[in-house]
Structures are given as C-alpha cells and as structure tokens.
C-alpha cells in the first residue's frame, strides 16, 4: 500500500487533515507496532519515532523516550499520580505569561538550568566560571562610564566593584562590555516595581578601558526569594525546601574574540550560600568584599558615604576557540560518564 492519500474510501478528517499538513506516510514505511506489552511499548515508540529527519531531534527524543518509559517504570507510576504530574504541569503552563516564566523556574528549582549551563560553558583552569542568568536581565541598561554608578547610594549599602578583565594567559582585554544587575537593600530588582515601566537602578552598562580596567560603584545585594506564589512554589513547600537565592552581583561579559561570560559573583557569610534554591553558587564566584571606613577613600570613589565595601575582583574570559575545545572536551567526558 502506497501513501494514505491513495487509499480509496479515506473519512473526510484524514483528507482534511493531509490537506493542512498532516504527514502523508507511506505505508510501507511504517513499524509494525502490534505488541503492546510493556516489554515491547519503548521500542514501538523507538521504532515510529525514528523517521525524524533531524539526527540531533531524533537522538534527543530517543533519550527522552527511554528515559520516560524507565522512570514509569522505575517508580511505579500510577495512574492518579500520572494525572497529577499532567496537571502540575497544565497548571505550570497556565502561570506563564510575558513576565513570568514558570517552567524556567521549574527548570531552575531541579537544578537542570545550572547543569545545562555548566555542561555548555565548560571553562579551563583560572578562567572564570559561568552561572545562571537569571530572570531579571533586561536588554536595554544605561550606558555608565567606567568607574561611575549603577545603583543610586541610597538604594543599599554603597560598594565599589573593581578590578581587570583578561584573557587565560593574564593579558588586558580593552573595551570589554560589562553589564551587570542586582537588587536594592530590600530583595528587588528594579523591574519588580512594577510592570508597566520601571525607572532603571541597581543595573547599567560599562567598558574596560585599554589596559582592561573597570570600576563600578552598585550596592551590596541582599538575598531574595524566587517568585513562589505559583505551582512551583507549591512543590517546593511540598518538599520542605526554602525559595530563597543569596544576595549576588549579577555579571555578563562580552568581548570581540572571546565567549560571552554570564557570571555573579556571591559574598561569604551568606545564610543561603550553601542552599541556593537555583543551585547558582560556585565558590569560585564568592567574594568577600572589605569594609573601608576612611572616608576620605570613600569621597575619592565617589561615594557620597564615608564607608563602602570594596571587592576587588578580576574575571578571566576564554577566546572562542578555547570554549569550543572545552565543550568538545567536555561533552565527550559526560557521554563516557553516562554510559559508564
Ligand atoms: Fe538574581
């Protein structure tokens, strides 16, 4: 037998559903999936799916199949918790809006974005490590001049982040963007005001200078929870697990001929630094900031305050060609792991 349309006698809802796109299989081509047992199931659901023409789809959908044929099956899935996953996850779907991201979120809280991002931007020794972005980047920061503020002084406690960009081998890199982002004394960023427009603090733009150079003045964050009022936020109250985030410096990096960097650095003594609920904190990234109380030092970084924290910091960024070695080495490690 030929493809379906050819077949004589077709009900109007297949020829309906060829015309707007329905694949029109050829017969012959098709599994013979007749053995349903749970044995046989997996492997029906292999066999019909691997007419993707994508290789990278049809190789990550098999896992995923495999992989939830298994878990079923390793836990015992019943039926009523079967449903209750579907509407965990309508309910998940039903929370998202344009400012809001649940299933980011859910992402998040299983620690999958942070092994997605560590797993894809692998770093060599004494390059600095990436983490998570984040929910609150925002595309358009103001530009500040090196050395002036992001954050208004009055916002929290004031702090002068300075240090040098550079490359593995210890050279400057000039006119390296910088963005970076935080929030205030009380947990918020700035976008959290309100959602229609928001007057931008605690967040701006800055460039190395020649010699790799840069300085900011921000405040210290403060650690804040993550939006907890949803489905998410349920599950996690179900599992006895906080919402919270250590206070962070949110960072990100971008240099002609190096590998953009979204970093944060986190500061000793954090309650949360030992629980993120993101799994974010590297303790390569931790940072503990000095108290200056001279304030004649607090005038000359101009500060309006006569005591600030100073953390001083440099940030190590990796050329293009040296992430795409360190990917190529790295994915090879974790396939070998999985199979191991
Ligand atoms: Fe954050």
Known sequence: MPKVSDVPHLGKAIKDAIERGAPDVDLNDLPNLTDMSADKLTENVLAINSGCANPRQKFVLEALVRHMHAFVKEVGLTPEEWMTGLEFLTKTGQMCSDIRQEFILLSDVFGVSALVDTLNHPKPEGATEATVLGPFWVEDARVVENGEAIAGEDKGEPMLVKGRI??????????????????DEDGYYDTQYSANGYVQDCRGRLYSDKDGNYAFRCVMPVPY?????????????SMNRHVFR????HMMFEADGFEKLVTALYF??????????????????????????????ARKAGFKKDEFFLCERDFVLITTEQAKDELEKAKAKAKAEVKA
């Open 246 to 249: 250590p206070a962070h410096l």
């Open 166 to 183: 550079l490359d593995t081998e210890g050279k400057p890199i000039p006119n390296c963007l910088i963005e970076t982002w935080e929030t």
């Open 225 to 237: 929870p993550i939006p907890n009022d949803g489905p998410v936020g349920k599950l996690l109250r």
């Open 268 to 297: 000793k003594g954090d309650i949360f630094l030992s629980s993120d609920a993101v799994f974010g904190v590297k303790s390569s990234l931790v940072e503990d900031p000095k108290k200056v109380t001279d304030a004649a030092e």
